[in-house]
């Protein structure tokens, strides 16, 4: 991403993905998000490069999810 500096806050990711911060923390707590930690109050920062690599991920996740759950129209779906 031109012009985009190296690392980011967790706010700045959480615009970028447009969700909270609290759900880039979450993201980040569990790893699915690789971030460091830094300084002596630990500020989390996520290389740009590794956001990018996450979006990616999530295409793929998405995709495989879709293809083992293709969608129905409510007029096709089995009775229960």
Do not use: C
């Amino acid at each position: 991403m031109p012009g985009t500096p190296r690392f980011l806050t967790l706010a700045d990711v959480a615009e970028v993905l447009n969700t909270s911060s609290a759900q880039v923390y979450a993201l980040v707590r569990r790893g699915d998000l690789p971030a460091i930690k830094i300084g002596g109050r630990g500020q989390w920062r996520v290389e740009s490069t590794q956001l990018e690599e996450f979006i990616q991920r999530m295409y793929v996740e998405t995709k495989t999810f879709v293809d083992e759950h293709p969608y129905v129209e409510a007029e096709q779906r089995p009775e229960s």
